[in-house]
């Protein structure tokens, strides 16, 4: 019941008409969540940069063969011929002997001399296919089993969640160390790089999932009590429909944030693996076996370390930048 | 209080449990999905020059042709009460913890992983107290000053800082500070002991801790900085201004008080993953660790080592969080009614 209140006098009196007619009147049409964030995000221009990079990488992984074969050379060839075999292998030409040249335009490895430019780019490609799809296991996995958890309860929700605290209670790298070790040679009807890729991107997906999925859990716990799932299930809504076409549809802005921010996690993971010599094979280039290849040598050839570890640091940073940009936008209480 | 410490220790002791339970599955289930049969894992104890007749005495002795089940038990057994292996002429004991042999030494994996420990430890506490300190300072800083120049230049470092992987910052501070200015050298490389030498292990541990720090620092000045924030805007602090209380108290007792409770929380877990191994610090700056432990094993294919290391951290981690659920309990009692 509204209780009118005494209005006197026409000074109260407002006319929307006047109101409205210094505005655009587009200002005042409903907009969606998708076009309230867009419109946040247009204006963060870090976190468009970030984006656009993202985006740029993107391509040179994807157009990966192109590139090289227009600009570089093949990763795994050998220029013996532009390195000093008299001073460990450091590279003839180039500034600060660098190796970088008109044809090698991130100059070439010391000792073997293979084409640093073809080398890092083959490692984009390898480290983005690894990050994105070891993600969209993650996220998955975290997605079902959180919003399972979250919208049944009792011990279906028991159970998910103490098998979630297990996970998180895992020594995660060391873990996936052991178990990337463990693996060799063949298994799984697959062998070579195509295993350790596979291997890699269910490795590092399958330890990674209970992160989200304690996000998701606690998301669907609030949005379960929302007036609008009582009103789908007082219509007679059966659980799949509530999930999927009523729930869901509210998740995907925080699934969106963290898997954005998870693939740079996940870049780091898989560079750190390859480090650790439990990546790829000892041959393919990656930018974590790239360094630590490079880091015996760092006395001889700098620029060495630097390609893979700025392409690690550059991608990771474009990838955080643009999380953080997409969060903000699709979040303003996280500013 | 001490129904919830008994609750909580058992809880501990089961989650230990189950990742033993989970780690020793994968450890030697893996390597049979991946097709390797009993035979093949003892051959791996033993050699690859041994003949058949050797490998399949040590298949039987070590049990590697029984059920998964029994396995497991008679690792959980060992693992407390130590194991006496009897396989004729060859009389051996494993005191407890009984983590097994090595595959490579032919020694209890036990006394190795704990001459690693103090290593990591130290490495552990020095680099924590820097970054604990280091990114709950700038943090605050920020915060206080946000949007303004500060501000702004501290957190695009600590961007930059979490998009560093340490094995990278570990050669840039190599090459960049102890070799272009000779400092914090330490014994060339070599690990020295706090005990034998401690300026010289100061020296030696100074750049780890600072590059291990770095990268976490800056995570904890951003969760600060996001903390504080939000802390600053609850309704209490208006309160506290309110009744005239200076600013500094407002800022350290009250705001600061409440943001460092998270925090602390993700600081024992960080904590408690870091004491199971710093891998990559310490293989990047070869530090006789855990963490190196674990990739020597690795290298070596030593199953027994790996699971132990594995174990260890995954101990340490519980531990951790056992401390935390604790702490936490003391600090809030609505903790410790709750469950």
């Known amino acids: ?335 | 209080m001490v129904a919830f410490i008994i609750r909580r220790l058992f809880a501990a002791v089961l989650l230990v449990l189950v990742i033993a339970f989970v780690t020793y599955a994968i450890f030697f289930l893996v390597p049979q999905v991946a097709g390797l049969t009993p035979y093949d894992l003892a051959a791996r104890y033993v050699g690859k020059t041994a003949n058949p007749a050797t490998i399949h005495a040590r298949m039987v002795k070590l049990h590697l042709n029984q059920p998964f089940i029994v396995q497991y038990f008679d690792f959980i057994r060992d693992l407390v009460f130590g194991a006496h292996y009897d396989a004729g002429a060859e009389q051996s004991y494993c005191p407890p913890p009984c983590f097994g042999y090595s595959f490579v030494y032919q020694t209890p994996v036990w006394p190795q992983l704990a001459s690693r420990i103090p290593v990591t430890l130290e490495l552990a506490a020095g680099a924590s107290v820097l970054w604990l300190v280091g990114g709950v300072t700038i943090g605050v800083i920020s915060a206080l000053r946000r949007g303004r120049p500060v501000d702004r230049v501290s957190m695009g470092i600590a961007l930059a800082g979490v998009s560093l992987p340490v094995f990278f910052t570990a050669i840039l501070s190599q090459s960049q500070i102890r070799d272009r200015f000779q400092i914090f050298t330490g014994a060339g490389g070599q690990w020295v002991p706090m005990h034998t030498d401690p300026m010289q292990w100061l020296s030696n541990m100074i750049l780890p801790w600072l590059t291990l720090a770095f990268l976490q620092a800056a995570l904890y000045a951003r969760l600060t900085r996001a903390g504080m924030l939000e802390t600053m805007g609850e309704d209490y602090i208006r309160t506290a201004r309110a009744k005239g209380l200076p600013e500094r108290t407002v800022i350290a007792r009250h705001a600061l008080r409440a943001t460092m409770v998270p925090i602390i929380t993700i600081f024992g877990l960080d904590l408690g993953t870091l004491l199971g191994g710093a891998v990559l610090t310490e293989t990047a700056w070869t530090l006789p660790g855990l963490g190196q432990y674990a990739i020597l094993s690795i290298g070596d294919n030593d199953l027994p080592a790996v699971l132990g290391v594995v174990m260890v951290g995954a101990i340490f981690i519980v531990v951790a969080n056992l401390v935390v659920d604790v702490l936490y309990a003391v600090a809030d009692p609505r903790v410790r009614l709750a469950g």
Do not use: C
């Open chain 1, 1 to 335: 019941m509204t209780v009118p209140i005494e209005v006197s006098g026409s000074e109260t009196q407002a006319d929307p008409e006047a109101v409205l007619a210094g505005l655009d009147r587009k200002a005042i049409e409903g907009r969606s969540l998708s076009q309230i964030a867009w419109l946040r995000l247009r204006r963060d221009k870090v976190a468009l940069a970030g984006g656009g990079v993202v985006v740029l990488l993107i391509l040179v992984a994807v157009f990966e063969p192109f590139l090289v074969s227009w600009f570089g050379h093949p990763p795994n060839e050998f220029h013996q011929n532009l390195v000093d075999p008299n001073l460990g292998g450091r590279p003839l030409y180039g500034i600060g002997h660098s190796g970088i040249s008109r044809h090698f335009l991130l100059g070439v490895e010391p000792v073997n001399g293979r084409d640093l430019f073809s080398r890092v780019l083959h490692g984009a490609q390898i480290s983005l296919l690894i990050a994105f799809l070891s993600t969209l296991i993650s996220v998955l996995i975290g997605t079902v089993l959180g919003t399972v958890a979250g919208y049944f309860g009792g011990w279906v929700d028991s159970l998910i969640a103490r098998t979630m605290d297990v996970f998180l209670a895992f020594p995660l790298l060391l873990f996936a160390i052991a178990l990337a070790g463990v693996v060799q040679g063949k298994a799984f009807g697959l062998q070579g790089d195509t295993l350790r890729i596979v291997l890699l991107i269910f490795i590092i997906g399958f330890f990674n999932w209970a992160y989200i999925g304690r996000i998701i859990r606690g998301q669907t716990l609030t949005l379960r009590e929302r007036e609008f799932v009582d009103a789908a299930r007082a219509m007679g809504a059966r659980p799949a429909y509530v999930l999927f076409r009523e729930i869901l549809p509210n998740l995907i802005a925080p699934i969106l944030v963290y898997s954005t921010l998870l693939i740079p996690t996940n870049i780091l993971f898989e560079a750190a693996l390859s480090y650790l010599g439990v990546g790829l094979e000892e041959k393919t280039a990656t930018w974590g076996s790239m360094l630590a290849h490079a880091a015996p040598d760092y006395a001889l050839d700098l620029e060495f370390v630097l390609v893979p570890g700025l392409a690690i640091f550059i991608t990771v940073m474009a990838f955080n930048l643009f999380g953080d940009g997409l969060r903000d936008a699709l979040d303003p209480r996280a500013r």
